[in-house]
Nanobody, 115 residues
């Protein structure tokens, strides 16, 4: 069955950086629109980055544009989210999503930005 396994979350101070990884199995990430989403306590899940299949076009909401970068390693079938200049409001559980066959979610990884 399809699996998405996220890693790389943790506790970081404001202004710091983290890189999240999403390793996919039983799907080929280079042929699918892959995205990262986050959900903070008491808030709805929101999109933070998407990378479109072969052309690798990307999209970010204004809240993270210029700070977050989504990328893909086709050889490792892995999608990354590089997060720089992190702010306390970036604190959330981050999820990887594959837009195929009705969609698949990973289990999430916690990111906490605090001094």
């Amino acid at each position: 069955q399809v699996q998405l396994v996220e890693s790389g979350g943790g506790l970081v101070q404001p202004g710091g950086s983290l890189r999240l990884s999403c390793i996919a199995s039983r799907i080929t990430v280079r042929t699918i629109a892959m995205s990262w989403h986050r959900q903070a306590p008491g808030k709805e899940r929101e999109l933070v980055a998407v990378i479109y299949n072969v052309e690798r076009g990307t999209h970010y909401p204004d809240s993270v544009k210029g700070r977050f970068t989504i990328s893909r390693d086709d050889g490792k079938n892995t999608v990354y989210l590089q997060m720089n200049n992190l702010k306390p409001e970036d604190t959330a559980v981050y999820y990887c999503y594959a837009n195929v066959n009705g969609g698949y979610w990973g289990q999430g990884t916690q990111v906490t930005v605090s001094s």
